[in-house]
């Protein structure tokens, strides 16, 4: 790994406050402030029920800290008790948990609870199968910031769940230098190893004001550009939509050249190629569908009597 990387998101209070505001915004969509008209005109103020959290099809759970956080900021007067935890491999049909109490509160509920679990497990299933499509081999799985507007961290979370890593968050905890900041940077007529050094010497200044250290990776889109920029030691150099047989190559002119610099894979990679990019010998493989193209886990609420 590199000296510096990029940070985890793992569930804490900056995380848990992000999905209290997504749940408020949740209610506010079922609600607008109301009432749950089909529910208050059919079911009796004071009725009690019980329903089970099914998953209909086998997979990743992750979600189930948000269902207590709905039934918090809903004011719902019912009880959460978990069968299993974030993280772990479920199989079809498995319960997953039991919630119980007010049967108003939890026909109203019911939606946002399996929005929540669904879209996160879904996040953290497709994870899991690129991990294991990967076993065996040296590289490890990334995320992107190619995320649903305001569920990064927690998709982020989810792809942690599933047993992936952590790309960086957001522009704020890291230094990529990407195709069009090296097109900038030619402009000025800065060759791609100018531009590593340049922000290596800002993030020591910055470091010294306590910024922290920050993690200095550099997009390559040719084997010419990497050996210009392995020079300049970069903590990673992304190998931008190079076929498995140009990652090879790659792998071995950084051995020769720069042992020490991590060498991540991305670009339209896809399950049908993960495995084949991964037996290459790249270090990391930075997967955007992860994010962008999971399919909901199938959950169902059943009533139980």
Known sequence: MP??????????????????????????????????????????????????????????????KIVALVIEETGAKIELTTDTADGAVIAKRDRVATISGSARDLLTCERTILNFLGRLSGVASLTKHYVELTAGTLAKIYDTRKTTPGWRRLEKYAVRCGGGCNHRTGLYDGVLIKDNHLAFAAELGQAPAAAVVQARAKVAELASEGAGELPIEVEVDSLEQLRNVLGAAPDIA???????????????????????????????????????????????ISVGALTHSARVLDFGLDWRR
């Open 3 to 64: 000296n510096a990387d990029y940070q985890s998101v793992l569930w804490d209070d900056q995380l848990a406050d992000d999905a209290r505001q997504l749940v408020r915004l949740a209610v506010r969509e079922d609600l607008s402030r109301w009432h749950d008209w089909t529910t208050i005109t059919l079911v009796p103020p004071n009725a009690q029920s019980a329903a089970e959290v099914i998953a209909r099809e086998p997979g990743v759970v992750c979600g189930l």
């Open 238 to 284: 992304l190998l931008d939509n190079m076929p498995p047989d140009l990652l090879q190559q790659a792998v071995a002119i950084r051995n020769e050249l720069a042992p020490v610099v991590v060498l991540e894979a991305s670009g339209g990679i896809n399950l049908s190629t993960v495995a084949s990019v991964a037996a290459t010998g790249v270090d990391r």
